[in-house]
């Protein structure tokens, strides 16, 4: 019976924390959009440090056209330009708590060409700290003492495939959309709670019959 309740409650621990490993990066969504259209885009931000992140700077990639930040309250928003072309958007004065995320939205028309947009970041703490989220995602990343990936300076910046689909009008066989990849990423998020809840249920079920 013992090693049953452990096998449940290491689930539940482990499923748990699967969730919160999927949302420790800073990323901009979608995945994939098609050449030359106009796209609304989505960066997420979240706080993993004991203070609250107070600052967010997103490089632009090359090739985007009328590139326009939405409105976001409790926040100031900088576009830095170079001629007409949007260098970089900065958002300050706002504040992310410490163990959340939040959502900063702009659009931008794709660039003609197929191709990779690369999403560089970097977040600032309220303590002076600068994650820098601009590091190549296939290049071996530092690990810590203990051997884990160290996210504590820097991280993987995030990608977006531009795709050639203007002959047919849709994704290109086998290619998964944006759509389709929040909607597969949110099935298994809700599936890993599931499991860690009935794993937690059974695990507290399983002690008190015992101490009955």
């Known amino acids: 019976m013992k090693k049953t309740i452990f096998a449940a409650l290491l689930i539940a621990v482990s499923s748990l924390g699967g969730i919160k490993f999927a949302s420790a990066h800073a990323v901009v969504s979608p995945n994939q959009a098609n050449i030359g259209e106009f796209t609304n885009f989505s960066l997420g931000v979240p706080s993993e440090r004991a203070s609250a992140t107070v600052s967010v700077r997103l490089l632009m990639p090359a090739g985007l056209n009328y590139v326009t930040p939405f409105v976001k309250p409790g926040w100031k928003i900088e576009v830095k330009k170079n001629g007409d072309q949007v260098q970089e958007i900065d958002w300050t004065g706002g504040a992310i708590p410490t163990e959340e995320k939040d959502q900063?939205?702009?659009?931008?028309?794709?660039?003609?060409?197929?191709?990779?947009?690369?999403?560089?970041?970097?977040?600032?703490?309220?303590?002076?700290?600068?994650?820098?989220?601009?590091?190549?995602?296939?290049?071996?990343?530092?690990?810590?003492?203990?051997?884990?990936?160290?996210?504590?300076?820097?991280?993987?910046?995030?990608?977006?495939?531009?795709?050639?689909?203007?002959?047919?009008?849709?994704?290109?066989?086998?290619?998964?959309?944006?759509?389709?990849?929040?909607?597969?990423?949110?099935?298994?998020?809700?599936?890993?709670?599931?499991?860690?809840?009935?794993a937690l249920v059974f695990a507290i079920w399983a002690l008190r019959k015992k101490n009955v």
């Open 104 to 198: 900063f939205m702009f659009s931008a028309q794709i660039p003609t060409t197929a191709g990779t947009l690369q999403w560089k970041v970097y977040q600032t703490y309220q303590d002076g700290t600068v994650i820098s989220w601009d590091q190549d995602p296939s290049a071996a990343q530092s690990k810590d003492a203990s051997g884990k990936t160290d996210f504590s300076k820097v991280g993987p910046y995030s990608k977006t495939e531009i795709v050639n689909d203007l002959a047919n009008g849709s994704i290109a066989p086998g290619a998964a959309t944006s759509s389709d990849t929040s909607a597969a990423s949110l099935k298994k998020a809700n599936f890993a709670a599931t499991i860690s809840i009935v």
